[in-house]
C-alpha cells in the first residue's frame, strides 16, 4: 500500500508532510518536536513529558478549557504522547474543520501560559500516572530498571515520566528553557492527513505558520515530488478569533542536546522482588539504531521467535513445558541505540533460571544454523500484512508520515520500509544474531514475588 506524500519546508524551517488518504471525510493535524526525554537534563527527567501535559493548559491565545470546547464543538479531539525521541500531539477533526486544525495547532509554536496553579495540577497529574503506570504496577519499574543498564551513559537510561524528585522541583525557569530551546519550527514536523486538497492545505499553512520566526531554510520541498491537489475544494475559515496578535517567538537558533551513544557495559543478571504474583524473566539485548539493517534482520527474528502460538518461544516455554503463562519479543527502536527484548511471565511453580534456560536453547539453536527459510518468510509475511493494516488507518499513517520524516529524515520512507523487510535473508539475521544475541551483551531482570523474599 503506497501513501501519497507530498513533503516541504517553510522558510522558517518547519519540515511539512501532506497525505491525501481520502474515503472518510476526517483529517489528522499532527504537529511533533525532535524533543523527547532523552532531552531531558540528567537533573530533569521527566521534563518533555511535564511539557506536554502543560501544552493542554492553555496557550497566550486560547486556555485549555477554551480549546477542549472548541475542538469538540466542532467534531474533534486531540491527544498527544511523549517518547524517547520526539513528542507528538495531534488533532482529529471532520475535513471541513482544517483551518481550525491548523490554526488551534499552530498556537503550539508561539509560546504557552502555565501559570503557578498550572504548574501545581500537571506535577499532580504526572506524579499519579506515575505512581499508577510504575510505581504500583506489577513489573511497573522493567523500564526504569532496564533502561538504565541498557544505557547507562545517555539520555535512554531514565524512563519517560521521570523521577518524583525531579518532577517536584520543575520551576517555570526549567519550562520555558526547555520550551525555548526546543518548540520552534526547525525543530519540528507538521503532517497533514486525510480528505484534503494540496493547493487549499498549502495556503492555510502557510497562513497560519508561516509567519512564525525560525531558522532560514530554502522552503523549498524536498520530498517525493510535486502532487497536484484535486480534492475538495476551498475550506472556509471557522476559528474562533484573530490570529493575527499571536505572541510569536524569538528565534534562538537551532539548537539539539547531544546525547552520543555508547558501547553497552552494564550487562548482567539480577533479581528484583516485587509486589506480583507470579515471577517473571525480562531479557533485554543492547542493538543498534532504529532504521539500520541490523534493526530489521532482528524485528524479523523476534517475529520468529513468539508471533503466533506456532513461534518458537510460545510453542516451548506455553505448550511444550508449561513454564509460562505468556511470553513475547519485541524490538524497540530509536534514533541512537535500540534493544530487543523478551518478556516471559512464569507459571508459579517455575523458576525464572529454569525459563532461561529454554530460551537461551531457542537462541542458541538459531545462532547455530537452526533458522528455516519457511520461519523468515511467514515472519515477513506477518510484519508487512500488519504494516499495510496499520497504515490503512489515517491517525495511524499520520503518526508513521511523522515518525519517518522527523526521525529519519524524509517522510515518503514510509513507502519504503516492506522493501527493507523484504532485503533481509538468512544470512542477515544470523550474522546479526551473532553478534549482538550474546550473553555479555544483554541484560537479564528476574522478578519474583516480594513474599518469596519474606520467607
Avoid at 544470512?427 to 551483551?441: F, H, P, Q, V, W
Wanted: charged fraction near 25%; include cysteine; aromatic fraction near 10%.
Amino acid at each position: 500500500m503506497m501513501l501519497e506524500i507530498k513533503e516541504k519546508y517553510l522558510n522558517n524551517g518547519l519540515k511539512i508532510v501532506m497525505c491525501k488518504k481520502q474515503g472518510m471525510p476526517v483529517i489528522i493535524v499532527n504537529s511533533a518536536f525532535h524533543a523527547g526525554s532523552k532531552n531531558d537534563p540528567p537533573d530533569k527527567t521527566g521534563l518533555s513529558h511535564f511539557i506536554e501535559h502543560l501544552m493542554f493548559t492553555g496557550t497566550a491565545n486560547i486556555s485549555g478549557g477554551d480549546f477542549d470546547g472548541i475542538l469538540s464543538a466542532n467534531g474533534g479531539e486531540s491527544n498527544a504522547f511523549t517518547a524517547n525521541d520526539y513528542t507528538s500531539y495531534y488533532l482529529t477533526l471532520p475535513s471541513s474543520g482544517l483551518e481550525l486544525g491548523l490554526w488551534l495547532d499552530s498556537d503550539k509554536f508561539t509560546g504557552f501560559t502555565a501559570d503557578e496553579e498550572s504548574l501545581r495540577i500537571q506535577k499532580e497529574v504526572v506524579l499519579e500516572e506515575k505512581l499508577q503506570v510504575h510505581d504500583n504496577s506489577p513489573y511497573g519499574t522493567v523500564e526504569e530498571e532496564s533502561s538504565k543498564r541498557l544505557f547507562p551513559s545517555n539520555g535512554y537510561r531514565w524512563n519517560i515520566v521521570g523521577s518524583a524528585g525531579h518532577i517536584n522541583s520543575f520551576t517555570h525557569e526549567d519550562v520555558n528553557k526547555y520550551y525555548h530551546e526546543f518548540y520552534k519550527p526547525s525543530n519540528a514536523i507538521l503532517t497533514i492527513a486525510g480528505d484534503i486538497d494540496y493547493d487549499v492545505t498549502e495556503k492555510l499553512i502557510n497562513k497560519y505558520y508561516d509567519d512564525i520566526p525560525g531558522r532560514s531554510g530554502d522552503g523549498s520541498g524536498n520530498g517525493s515530488g510535486d502532487v497536484s491537489g484535486n480534492g475538495s475544494g476551498d475550506v472556509s475559515g471557522n476559528g474562533s478569533g484573530d490570529t493575527g496578535g499571536k505572541k510569536l517567538l524569538r528565534n534562538a537558533g537551532e539548537k539539539k542536546r547531544n546525547n552520543p551513544d555508547t558501547h553497552f557495559i552494564e550487562a548482567g543478571e539480577e533479581v528484583i522482588f516485587d509486589n506480583i504474583s507470579l515471577p517473571a524473566r525480562f531479557i533485554f539485548y543492547r542493538i543498534p539504531e532504529s532504521g539500520s539493517k541490523e534493526y530489521y534482520a532482528l524485528k524479523v527474528l523476534s517475529s520468529v521467535l513468539s508471533a503466533g502460538e506456532s513461534s518458537r518461544l510460545q510453542r516451548r516455554l506455553i505448550h511444550d513445558r508449561n513454564y509460562a503463562n505468556e511470553i513475547y519479543s519485541y524490538v524497540s527502536g530509536m534514533e541512537l541505540g535500540s534493544f530487543l527484548s523478551i518478556s516471559c511471565f512464569c507459571n508459579e511453580d517455575t523458576a525464572t533460571e529454569e525459563a532461561g534456560k529454554e530460551i537461551d536453547n531457542i537462541i542458541d539453536d538459531i545462532l547455530n544454523g537452526g533458522l528455516k527459510d519457511t520461519e523468515i518468510e511467514k515472519a515477513k509475511n506477518k510484519i508487512k500484512t500488519n504494516y499495510i493494516i496499520k497504515l490503512q488507518s489515517i491517525l495511524q499513517a499520520a503518526d508513521k508520515l511523522t515518525y519517518f520524516g522527523l526521525i529519519r529524515g524524509r517522510a515518503s520512507l514510509v513507502n519504503e520500509e516492506i522493501e527493507k523487510y523484504d532485503a533481509i535473508n538468512k544470512s542477515d539475521i544470523l550474522n546479526t544474531a551473532k553478534e549482538y544475541l550474546k550473553k555479555n551483551n544483554r541484560v537479564v531482570l528476574n522478578y519474583l514475588p516480594a513474599k518469596v523474599k519474606e520467607q
